[in-house]
């Protein structure tokens, strides 16, 4: 926790917002938004702890539940693998209640945020049901969900693993989400994710954000998502907050994993590999993490899957549209990685000092990598 936070908890009231602030209407709306991993939603957490008072007048309420400033907490029942900085009082059910007890009747639109909620949607039938029912309570119920396309997505599921565990081989993820529809373990098949919300929500409720195209209009994602939230368009410059969570080059992480043996490579590493593709590739190319081939046949299963997501739900949010996948062609692809490459790294490992180079100096790239 941020010493801001730390001193906004200090002088703020237990309940947020107090019920002197903001307009009343008269139903409760609950948004839920849901994610997906790897579109923002760190970043929009921020601007939505930052901005807590100027929401609140506008009528929007951000309920602070979990020092972390997000609503993990209230999914941990379902998602063990959370860590322990999630813990809430009294446990996640304890959570909910408060939610309900203090929410429930405020006349308000209140958000809550986890991408943890789609990791629940990609579960079994019986927690997403189960986490419907603590809603019950509230006059309407929205989702809200930003999709990412999956080359995109699959390769930012590849760097966030590669933070704290060993992640996938590409070519295993590009095959995993072309067969099963999940990318280390995430909904990556948008029709799948659907049909499960489907099962548990309103379907005329749920409503889906491209993130591709999002990225491109004013205030990028967190201006969209603000935007479809209700935020008046004039008040959503004012809540932006800086882009946090920002991934490293995809191939940098993936040198570094490589030279560690699948990883996760040390940070410093990380950094060396980013320069070393600057300086052979040209700097601030872009980096893919799939071969080209399996960037194609990513595309080509997608794009037939998403175009049929699309259709159904423009019948309920006219106007939708996933972005087209496709290989891009300014990259620097996986297979382009060669000699060049691996030499320099090397040479930058080894004039720096140990503490910069993120693992012991014996440690090299296998000949695999190298040849």
Not at 51 to 56: I, R, S
Not at 264 to 271: D, E, I, K, M, S
């Amino acid at each position: 926790m941020s010493l801001g936070d730390a001193l906004r908890d200090r002088l703020l009231p237990r309940r947020w917002p107090p019920p002197w602030i903001g307009p009343r209407r008269g139903r409760t709306r609950l948004v839920l938004h849901i994610g997906l991993h790897k579109t923002a939603t760190s970043t929009i957490q921020l601007a939505l702890r930052t901005h807590m008072l100027k929401l609140a007048r506008l009528g929007i309420v951000y309920p602070r539940i979990c020092p972390s400033g997000t609503h993990h907490g209230l999914v941990k029942a379902w998602v063990p693998q959370l860590g322990p900085e999630y813990d809430l009082p009294g446990g996640p059910a304890a959570g909910w209640a408060r939610i309900v007890r203090e929410f429930a009747g405020c006349g308000r639109t209140v958000v809550l945020s986890s991408e943890e909620f789609s990791r629940v949607a990609a579960g079994p039938a019986a927690h997403l049901a189960e986490l419907r029912g603590y809603l019950d309570a509230f006059d309407e119920v929205e989702v809200l969900c930003v999709l990412r396309g999956q080359i995109g997505f699959a390769q930012s599921v590849y760097l966030q693993i590669s933070r704290h565990s060993p992640p996938p081989a590409p070519g295993f993820l590009a095959g995993t989400a072309i067969r099963k529809g999940i990318a280390g373990g995430l909904v990556a098949d948008f029709a799948l994710l659907h049909a499960r919300l489907a099962r548990a929500f309103d379907p005329a409720r749920i409503r889906y954000l491209c993130y591709d195209t999002a990225a491109r209009e004013p205030g990028s994602v967190p201006g969209a998502f603000f935007r479809a939230l209700g935020v008046p368009a004039a008040e959503v410059p004012g809540l932006a907050v800086p882009a946090v969570n920002i991934s490293k080059p995809a191939l940098a992480v993936w040198a570094a994993n490589t030279l560690t043996r699948d990883g996760p490579g040390p940070q410093a590493l990380v950094r060396l590999a980013a320069q070393a593709l600057d300086e052979i590739y040209g700097p601030g190319r872009r980096s893919c993490l799939f071969s080209r081939d399996e960037a194609a046949r990513l595309a080509e299963h997608f794009n037939a899957r998403n175009a049929a997501f699309a259709d159904i739900v423009r019948r309920i949010q006219p106007g939708f549209a996933v972005a087209d996948l496709a290989v891009d062609p300014g990259a620097i692809h996986r297979e382009d990685i060669g000699r060049d490459f691996w030499a320099r790294l090397r040479e930058l490992r080894a004039v720096a000092a140990p503490a910069d180079r993120g693992d012991p100096p014996e440690t090299v790239a296998p000949a695999s990598a190298i040849d």
